[in-house]
Structure formats: structure tokens, C-alpha cells
């Protein structure tokens, strides 16, 4: 594709987790990368040829890089296709987006991974990047084609919402995830305890009557990851915390020096299990919704930077997968475009600064895959999203870009307005007049 015109944004907020820079300034685009940033002031004098864009304000800082995005192609392309999410991702300031190898087929081989990726170039919106399968299928018994599916383009490996349970597969998974440098994601739950649950055990579940799993059965699981990583020296990303009991084994493992990384989902974050309500299906998670006090914990967690990743947990679910008993609904919500408003709320509450919360989105990510993108300087890729902080939203699930609408923030208010995103400096997003 052509280049855009280069472009200076001017009178911005710049918001860079790398810099740790939060005040105004200005930043010029060209050829795809950020050209020039001016941190404090703005330009005095740009050429003629270069377009200004006034941001009156709004936050201008990179790109959201989202690790944990399910869609349905290929196999259930109702559900949301490859560019359903990518139209969603850029109107939530995602410009990167990791998509779950949990389709059908699975991506578990190379030639799946290219498939992916080259749907991805087609679609030309946002960057796209295939995680692939840690086992074959999906199945949690013999090994997938990691190094091959590695040099085909997939970041890491995970077997999406299936615990691996055998830990001799877990552990040789590890082993040889290692020898490529590639990161092994796992879900912590013990499938022996969370089997047929629809809720988090405690008085709550027992009153609606939900059949239900008790919070140890994350932490049970996870002890086991830790003690297997620590024994190979292999790179492990914890696939959405959610406890606070898994919160100290967390800490311990890595004052050890396991080379353990620790995702928590929007959700978990914004959310306790009494958002349940009466039955509220658009509320059921995997993994549920937990206590108010796990909540807090995991705020505090994020803040204390222990936990290093926020991510969307995307889960598109139809309507007649949602609109069921509650025990019968299919779990998951949409959250690509929810993800930033919904994290700004920390904020705005003073629990996180914005540097920290930016940074859980971007940098760290990022840098957690090797990208070269999540920060404000010359020569990084131009993957912006210029947000207004401030500007009031009230979601609206059928008003969603995702194919599936079902999203636990509906009818929620937030603060944060995405007004322009862009990738390689190409504008993807702009929001309405």
C-alpha cells in the first residue's frame, strides 16, 4: 500500500511507558514510523507537505497489543471472523491483537499459523499474530510443531482454555518451547475441580444455586506450572490470574527467579461475582467471576507490577449460546473494545497511574514477544491510538463492531473515548462526528 502523507500531531498528551513520559508534546509520522517526538512543546516549524492533526488535549500513546483474542475462523465464523476482530481492535485502539489457536481446526501446524497469517494481510487493518497450539489438537497428549510452527510466524504456544493436566507433556512442552525461546501460556485450573462449574464456590453460588469451583483449584494448578518451569528454566506466561491465593504463589516463584509472566483479564479487574446478579449470562466467565476481595487484590497486584499484562480475554459468544440457563450459557465476553475505557476506570479511581495502565497494554506486551512497537520514539512502528481520557461512554453491545455482541460491560459507563487509531501510520480508526 501507498504511504500516507507524513503527519504531526500536535498539542497531545504523550503517554510513553518506555520514557515513562506523561505531559504534553507532539509527535510526527512518516513512512510508517514515528519520525520525531517533542516532548514538552511542540514543533516550530514543519514542512508544507506535512498534514496537522490538533489533539486538542487527548492522550496520544502507542498502540494496545492485546495477548488473549479468540475468533471463530476458521470453523465458527459466525461467531466473529479474523477481520470482524481486526474492525474491533482498531475501534479500541488495539493495533495488535494475538489470536488463540482454539479454532477448528486448530492451529497446531504450520500451515494453519500461515493461513492466519496471511488472512491477516488480506484484511490489512491491524497487525495479527497467530498463537499456536501446545499439543496436538488441543488435546493435552503429544506435542504440536512448535519450532516449525515458530518459523512460520506463531509467538507463543498455549492450549487456549484447556488445562494440560499430564505434567510429564507439560513439562517436556516446556523443555522444548525452551530450546526455541518460545513462551508457553497456560490456564491454571484443576479440570478435576472446575468440571460442569458455573461459578466461583462460596455462599454467592450456593444461593443462586449454581453448580460452582473452589478458588484453590487455580491455585493447585498453578503450583505445579511454577514447580515445572523452574525445573526446565522455561518461560511461562500465566494465563489470567484471578486469585489472591495464586497472587503469593506468583510472588514466591518469581523473588526465585522463575522466568514466570502473569496475565489478568479486563474483566477480572473490573468485575466480582456478584455482577452475576439474577443469572446474568453475559456475566459468565472463564474463569468466573471471584470475590470482591480477589478483585481488590489483583488491582494491587497490577499496580505493584507483579502482575505484568492486561488483556481483553475476547470471547465471542451468539445470542443463542448466551441466552440459555445460566448453567447451560456459554462463558466469555467481547472486549476488544471495551479494553481501554474499562482500564482507564483504574485510573480515574486513582488506584494505577496512567503510565502503569498504558504499559500493561503496550510495553509489556510488546516485550514479553519481542515487538517493536508499545512506546513513543523516532523509529518505532506509528501504532497510535489517540484517546480522550475523559470523554463519558455508555456501551452498547448491539452498537459493537464484534459479530457477537455479548459484552459483560453492556450499559456500563466509563471514561475514555477512542478518537483515532492508527497502524504503520495508516489512519484504521476514526471515531464518528
Not at 314 to 332: Q, S, T
Not at 409 to 430: E, I, K
Amino acid at each position: 500500500m501507498a504511504r500516507p502523507q507524513p503527519t504531526a500531531f500536535v498539542n497531545a498528551r504523550l503517554v510513553d511507558p518506555e520514557s515513562r513520559y506523561d505531559g504534553p508534546g507532539a509527535l510526527v509520522v512518516a513512512e510508517g514510523v514515528i519520525a520525531d517526538v517533542s516532548k514538552g512543546k511542540g514543533f516550530k516549524d514543519l514542512s508544507a507537505d506535512i498534514r496537522v492533526v490538533d489533539c486538542n488535549g487527548a492522550m496520544l500513546a502507542p498502540g494496545l497489543v492485546d495477548l488473549r483474542v479468540k475468533t471463530g475462523e476458521p470453523g465458527a465464523e459466525p461467531k466473529e471472523t479474523l477481520k470482524s476482530a481486526a474492525l474491533a481492535a482498531a475501534a479500541g485502539g488495539v493495533t495488535s491483537m494475538v489470536v488463540q489457536p482454539d479454532t477448528h481446526p486448530a492451529v497446531d501446524d504450520p500451515a494453519m499459523v500461515d493461513f492466519i497469517l496471511r488472512r491477516a494481510r488480506d484484511i490489512e487493518l491491524v497487525h495479527v499474530y497467530p498463537a499456536g497450539a501446545a499439543t496436538r489438537d488441543l488435546k493435552g497428549e503429544q506435542l504440536a510443531e512448535i519450532g516449525l510452527m515458530r518459523d512460520a510466524g506463531c509467538v507463543y504456544v498455549t492450549d487456549g482454555d484447556n488445562s494440560i493436566v499430564d505434567s510429564r507433556v507439560f513439562r517436556r512442552i516446556l523443555a522444548y518451547a525452551n530450546s526455541f525461546g518460545m513462551l508457553l501460556a497456560h490456564r491454571p485450573a484443576d479440570p478435576w475441580l472446575t468440571r460442569g462449574a458455573a461459578a466461583t464456590e462460596g455462599d454467592f453460588a450456593a444461593r443462586l444455586g449454581l453448580p460452582a469451583a473452589p478458588p484453590a483449584a487455580e491455585l493447585i494448578m498453578l503450583e505445579r506450572d511454577l514447580a515445572l518451569a523452574e525445573l526446565t528454566g522455561g518461560r511461562l506466561l500465566v494465563d489470567q490470574i484471578t486469585t489472591a491465593g495464586a497472587l503469593d504463589a506468583l510472588r514466591r516463584a518469581k523473588a526465585r527467579g522463575v522466568r514466570v509472566h502473569a496475565s489478568v483479564s479486563i474483566n477480572h479487574l473490573s468485575f466480582n461475582e456478584l455482577d452475576i446478579g439474577d443469572y446474568r449470562t453475559f456475566a459468565k466467565l472463564d474463569p468466573p467471576l471471584r470475590a470482591e476481595s480477589d478483585r481488590q487484590a489483583l488491582i494491587d497486584a497490577l499496580a505493584e507490577g507483579l502482575i505484568d499484562i492486561v488483556v481483553s480475554a475476547h470471547a465471542p459468544a451468539p445470542a443463542e449460546d448466551k441466552r440459555l440457563p445460566y448453567d447451560e450459557a456459554a462463558p466469555g465476553s467481547v472486549g476488544l473494545e471495551t479494553l481501554l475505557a474499562a482500564l482507564l476506570s483504574l485510573f480515574h479511581d486513582e488506584r494505577i497511574s496512567l503510565l502503569d495502565l498504558i504499559r500493561s497494554v503496550t510495553l509489556a506486551p510488546a516485550e514479553l514477544l519481542g515487538l517493536q512497537t508499545g512506546r513513543l520514539a523516532p523509529g518505532a512502528p506509528a501504532d497510535l491510538v489517540l484517546c480522550d481520557i475523559n470523554a463519558p461512554v455508555v456501551v452498547d453491545a448491539d452498537r459493537l463492531r464484534s459479530k457477537s455482541k455479548n459484552s459483560a460491560f453492556d450499559g456500563r459507563r466509563l471514561q475514555g473515548q477512542v478518537l483515532m487509531t492508527l497502524v504503520d501510520g495508516r489512519v484504521v480508526y476514526r471515531a464518528p462526528q
